[in-house]
């Protein structure tokens, strides 16, 4: 595999604000790459960068060895973007939008109306194929952003948050679109805020946090590295805890106190379970870690050893 | 200015788009025109008389034909470009395409163009059922010609606005303060020959007075050197119009 994106020191600044500051990562070719963080993290800034729709500050940016800039048509073509926001022509049809945005990558007509049925079909809209964008649910309005992305057939795509705001059915085929692209051989770039979507799909991901990478690796690296293999909350009331943490001192656990909530992050969990059951504690849970416990831990709280 | 053959595709996205208004907007560029042609013309042109020899109608029309064009092609590129770029979104994804986004903008002046010749051609349509004509068919053509440079330039004018607008309340200030004067100020509806020395001259460079000279003109074949200067005028103002329109729209596109 190579690296189909380059980023050093990246930087945007917008004004005053800096919203992307100095990051540096490669994506191979092939690979899904997710940008994962907190609101106002840079990651759509940072992906705006790669498909060309906002200068760059300062550092270096390339996609297939082109620097991104705003007037870099040859990116742009080969690129398929996925919004965040819903952004479809709503003065048309489903089909229409799809047959308009195929003018705009100068695709020949015969061609256009044969992608276009294949894609309707795709994201399986093909009972909509003539409604208007406001007889969609979210979900087919996402859908039909999907099918448009692709109608350039990209080598490159770039997914901003595709599942917000949808039901599980929706975000499970949507998913699975994701992953079929991705065995095809496309590289797919994802920022989101659902960690169960970064696990699912992502082979690297990067943690961002007020405009910086906090760490990058594959979320199964980044679970056992930050966190370990298990993860204990009780609930119980703060004056407990040192009693609690005593007792359990002997396990090499990290211990963080949450709330109403008393967190031990574990390496090993086998033998502390059998210490809890000996404890008796009411409202306990135990199950194995996440990479919202890594999320958590690198942007919003501290681990306390 | 990175533009190229692309503001075409933008134009159709436009035109496919419009299938759907096609009948109100027919209607109101149909009921704009009468308004105009019926209660100035024949109302107030029973208590003006003879204009040159002709009646009221033929000076009016030229006038009215060139502020239906600018008019039409402003409100396009103001409401219309404002709908397409914040409510619709639509700029944002144009703009990830090999669109640029001074194709995008041009690709809307080039609309709002088409939908003042919609009006103008409506216009004609309803003068000439009046009775008043052009003076030949090249005057016809010429006509459409001007139509298009006037279209150009109250679109380009227009984006500059929708460019800083920031929301629908603010054309408010360019409509009733800058547009709707003007059409009294540029010799649609009499001629400006009695105004004060200072009028005259704040007149003749408004945008529209040159258009309604040179429409006048073409309409009744009766040229003169000055009109040479008013057609020069036209196209520096265009020029300098749409460069800083596109500018300041790929300013507030591209952040």
Wanted: glycine letters at 8%.
């Amino acid at each position: 595999m190579s690296s189909i994106i380059t980023a050093k020191d990246l930087t945007k600044r917008y004004g005053k604000f800096t919203a992307v500051d100095g990051i540096s990562f490669e994506i191979q070719e092939g690979e899904c790459f997710g940008f994962l963080g907190p609101n106002g993290a840079g990651k759509t800034s940072t992906i705006r960068m790669i498909h060309c729709v906002s200068p760059v500050t300062a550092g270096t940016l390339t996609v297939k060895g082109l620097p991104c800039s705003i007037d870099n048509r040859t990116i742009k073509k080969t690129t398929g973007v996925i919004p965040q926001e819903i952004t479809l022509d709503i003065d048309l049809t489903v089909r229409e939008n799809l047959m308009v945005f195929s003018r705009f990558f100068d695709i020949p007509r015969r061609e256009a109306k044969t992608r276009v049925e294949e894609l309707i079909k795709f994201v399986e809209l093909e009972a909509k194929r003539d409604s208007k964008i406001d007889q969609l649910s979210t979900g087919m309005k996402r859908r039909l952003l999907i099918a448009r992305a692709l109608i350039n057939q990209p080598t490159l795509i770039i997914a901003d948050e595709p599942t917000t705001g949808l039901d599980p059915q929706a975000r499970h085929l949507i998913w699975q679109r994701l992953r079929q692209l991705k065995s095809q051989g496309v590289t797919l770039i994802l920022t989101t805020q659902y960690m169960e979507e970064a696990q699912q799909l992502c082979d690297r991901i990067v943690v961002m946090y007020q405009g910086k990478i906090l760490k990058e690796g594959t979320p199964r690296t980044l679970i056992d590295e930050e966190i370990g293999k298990d993860v204990v909350e009780i609930r119980i009331s703060q004056d407990q805890d040192e009693k609690l943490i005593g007792s359990l001192a002997g396990f090499s656990c990290g211990h963080e106190r949450v709330g109403d909530t008393l967190f031990f992050y574990c390496r090993d969990g086998h033998d502390i379970r059998k210490k809890l059951v000996e404890l008796d504690l009411p409202n306990t849970v135990h199950r194995p870690a996440t990479l919202e416990d890594v999320f958590l831990k690198l942007t919003g709280r501290s681990l306390i050893e | 200015m990175n533009l190229s053959y692309r503001v075409y595709h933008v134009f159709v996205r436009n035109l496919v788009s419009y299938k759907r208004f096609v009948v109100p907007t027919f209607i109101a560029s149909l009921v704009q025109p009468l308004f105009y042609l019926i209660t100035f013309g024949i109302g107030m042109g029973a208590y003006v008389g003879l204009f040159g020899g002709k009646p009221y109608l033929f000076f009016l029309v030229p006038g009215v034909l060139m502020s239906a064009v600018g008019l039409t092609a402003s409100y396009e590129c103001l409401f219309g470009t404002f709908v397409k770029m914040i409510h619709e979104k639509l700029y944002d994804s144009l703009i990830a395409t090999p669109v640029s986004a001074e194709d995008a903008v041009a690709g809307d002046i080039a609309w709002g163009v088409f939908r003042g010749l919609i009006s103008g051609t409506l216009m004609m349509a309803v003068a000439m059922a009046m009775g008043v004509f052009p003076v030949s068919v090249p005057a016809v053509l010429l006509l459409f010609v001007c139509m298009i440079f006037v279209g150009v330039l109250f679109g380009s004018l227009a984006m500059i606005v929708t460019s800083l607008a920031p929301n629908f309340d603010f054309f408010n200030y360019y409509t009733e303060l800058v547009l709707t004067p003007m059409l009294f100020f540029s010799g649609v509806f009499f001629p400006l020959d009695n105004f004060p020395a200072w009028m005259k001259t704040f007149s003749k460079f408004l945008p529209l007075t040159p258009a309604v000279s040179i429409s006048r003109a073409v309409f009744s074949g009766v040229y003169s050197t000055a009109l040479i200067f008013d057609f020069l005028f036209i196209v520096v103002l265009e020029v300098i119009a749409f460069t800083i329109g596109v500018k300041l729209m790929k300013r507030r596109l591209i952040k």
